[in-house]
């Protein structure tokens, strides 16, 4: 113990000082205590360092570390030319709507859009086209699936989110064919609320969404598709809906398209319907329509031609018409008409030349209403139905 005690004494046999615990609770360590006998150069200054830093007095106010910002968010133009190439315009028998990739062979699109179609054209915005085929439909939430017959390499694609954390006065924009002519319009607004119409789950907002649209994606601020533009209503400013991207999602996932969970209290809208249209739509209705009341007024005019061709008959022409037609006189029409040579002497020649001048004009109404139908979209079923019903079945009207 004697020998204990000497060691631990310093030199001159006087007491060690006292280890003081200053006021910010560090040990003050006197300059005169020897911790470690013959220190290396890196310890004496690491030493150094710690001695300074505890003789300085304690900071009242110690900055507070700040987070990393994160990225700045992209300009939403560079957003809108990264997912343009991803949105096509959708041609089908009956008219044009819009529709996007979501994997270099798959496109999502509204039912509405391609309708009873099994095959329909894509219009991509570098004005290339492909063929596609309507793999799945899903009438209830208004999705169809298209199959690309040959995907090209470096397709764009649009990334599929979730409409599931969706709140008001969050950014979106459209894109779409708007009128079914201007390809790749851009819309924008904001989320206005979350809404169901059956067993399908509606994303509202105040994105327009004119005719055209319909097929195309809702994205949002990242351009990630949060819903399927599809409808709104007419005349109705603000007030328009996508079917929630979730019910896609479990499309191609082999899964039910049912309700999705959502965070806002969803009211039954069991009234709402498609009221605006899609272009090819509108475009069928007023083509279908302007080609019955064309049928009507030439109907109207072959039973006028109905009376004088009797008269005709009766006075100047006796002879077995050729053929068979609806109306007789529609023989004026045919490969093998009446000629002057046929009939009786006299003012029958004269007559015959009036008739043959209103058939005629009875033809080019008809061929002018079958041209704009056609061009409108209006099935040959339809063209078909309608002459037989207005007994003008004729094959020389475009003669």
Same mark, same amino acid.
């Not at 509405?112 to 095959?119: L, P, R, S, T």
């Not at 008409?337 to 109404?365: I, K, M, W």
């Given at each position: 113990?004697?020998?204990?005690?000497?060691?631990? !004494?310093?030199?001159?046999?006087?007491?060690?000082?006292?280890?003081?615990?200053?006021?910010?609770?560090?040990?003050?360590?006197? &300059?005169?205590?020897?911790? /470690?006998?013959?220190?290396?150069?890196?310890?004496?200054?690491?030493?150094?360092?710690?001695?300074?830093?505890?003789?300085?007095?304690?900071? $009242?106010?110690?900055?507070?570390?700040?987070?990393?910002?994160?990225?700045?968010?992209?300009?939403?133009?560079?957003?809108?030319?990264?997912?343009?190439?991803?949105?096509?315009? /959708?041609?089908?028998?009956?008219?044009?709507?819009?529709?996007?990739?979501?994997?270099?062979?798959?496109? +999502?699109?509204? +039912?509405?859009?391609? %309708?009873? *179609?099994?095959?329909?054209?894509?219009? $991509?915005?570098?004005?290339?086209?492909?063929?596609?085929?309507?793999?799945?439909?899903?009438?209830? +939430?208004?999705?169809? =699936?298209? %199959?690309?017959?040959? &995907?090209?390499?470096?397709?764009?694609?649009?990334?599929?989110?979730?409409? *599931?954390?969706?709140?008001?006065?969050?950014?979106?924009?459209?894109?779409?064919?708007?009128?079914?002519?201007?390809?790749?319009?851009?819309?924008?607004?904001?989320?206005?609320?979350?809404?169901?119409?059956?067993?399908?789950?509606?994303?509202?907002?105040?994105?327009?969404?004119?005719?055209?649209?319909?097929?195309?994606?809702?994205?949002?601020?990242?351009?990630?598709? =949060?819903? =399927?533009?599809?409808?709104?209503?007419?005349?109705?400013?603000?007030?328009?809906?996508?079917?929630?991207?979730?019910?896609? !999602?479990?499309?191609?996932?082999?899964?039910?398209?049912?309700? /999705?969970?959502?965070?806002?209290?969803?009211?039954?809208?069991?009234?709402?319907?498609?009221?605006?249209?899609?272009?090819?739509?509108?475009?069928?209705?007023?083509?279908?329509?302007?080609?019955?009341?064309?049928?009507?007024?030439?109907?109207?005019?072959?039973?006028?031609?109905?009376?004088?061709?009797?008269?005709?008959?009766?006075?100047?022409?006796?002879?077995?018409?050729?053929?068979?037609?609806?109306?007789?006189?529609?023989?004026?029409?045919? &490969?093998?008409?009446?000629?002057?040579?046929?009939?009786?002497?006299?003012?029958?020649?004269?007559?015959?030349?009036?008739?043959?001048?209103?058939?005629? $004009?009875?033809?080019?109404?008809?061929?002018?209403?079958?041209?704009?139908?056609?061009?409108?979209?209006?099935?040959?079923?339809?063209?078909?139905?309608?002459?037989?019903?207005?007994?003008?079945?004729? *094959?020389?009207?475009?003669?």
């Amino acid at each position: 113990m004697a020998g204990f005690w000497s060691l631990s !004494r310093p030199p001159g046999g006087s007491e060690p000082e006292a280890v003081a615990v200053g006021n910010d609770g560090q040990l003050e360590i006197p &300059p005169t205590v020897q911790t /470690i006998s013959d220190p290396s150069a890196e310890r004496r200054a690491w030493d150094a360092a710690l001695a300074e830093a505890q003789s300085r007095p304690p900071d $009242r106010n110690p900055a507070v570390p700040q987070p990393v910002s994160p990225a700045a968010p992209l300009p939403l133009e560079d957003v809108v030319s990264r997912v343009m190439p991803a949105v096509v315009l /959708i041609e089908t028998s009956s008219g044009r709507g819009s529709g996007f990739f979501v994997r270099p062979d798959t496109l +999502v699109t509204n +039912v509405h859009v391609v %309708k009873d *179609d099994g095959i329909v054209t894509l219009r $991509r915005i570098d004005g290339t086209t492909a063929s596609a085929r309507v793999d799945r439909r899903s009438p209830e +939430v208004d999705i169809a =699936i298209l %199959k690309v017959m040959a &995907p090209v390499a470096g397709q764009a694609v649009i990334p599929m989110g979730t409409a *599931d954390m969706l709140r008001p006065g969050q950014e979106v924009f459209t894109i779409g064919s708007a009128l079914g002519t201007l390809q790749n319009s851009v819309t924008r607004g904001i989320v206005s609320g979350v809404r169901r119409s059956g067993r399908a789950t509606l994303v509202q907002t105040d994105a327009a969404a004119n005719p055209g649209n319909s097929g195309g994606p809702l994205l949002d601020r990242r351009g990630v598709a =949060i819903g =399927i533009t599809t409808l709104g209503y007419r005349d109705q400013q603000g007030l328009n809906f996508a079917v929630a991207i979730d019910h896609a !999602r479990a499309i191609l996932d082999g899964r039910s398209p049912g309700p /999705i969970a959502a965070p806002l209290a969803m009211n039954e809208l069991k009234t709402l319907t498609p009221a605006v249209p899609s272009e090819s739509e509108r475009r069928l209705d007023a083509g279908q329509r302007a080609f019955l009341a064309a049928a009507a007024r030439v109907s109207s005019m072959a039973d006028t031609l109905d009376q004088e061709w009797k008269r005709f008959r009766q006075s100047c022409y006796t002879a077995e018409i050729p053929g068979s037609f609806s109306h007789e006189w529609l023989v004026m029409l045919s &490969p093998r008409p009446v000629t002057a040579s046929q009939v009786s002497a006299g003012s029958c020649a004269a007559f015959l030349a009036a008739f043959q001048h209103e058939a005629n $004009r009875a033809r080019s109404d008809m061929r002018t209403a079958l041209e704009e139908a056609r061009r409108a979209g209006v099935l040959p079923g339809v063209v078909r139905d309608t002459l037989r019903a207005s007994r003008l079945e004729f *094959d020389g009207w475009d003669r």
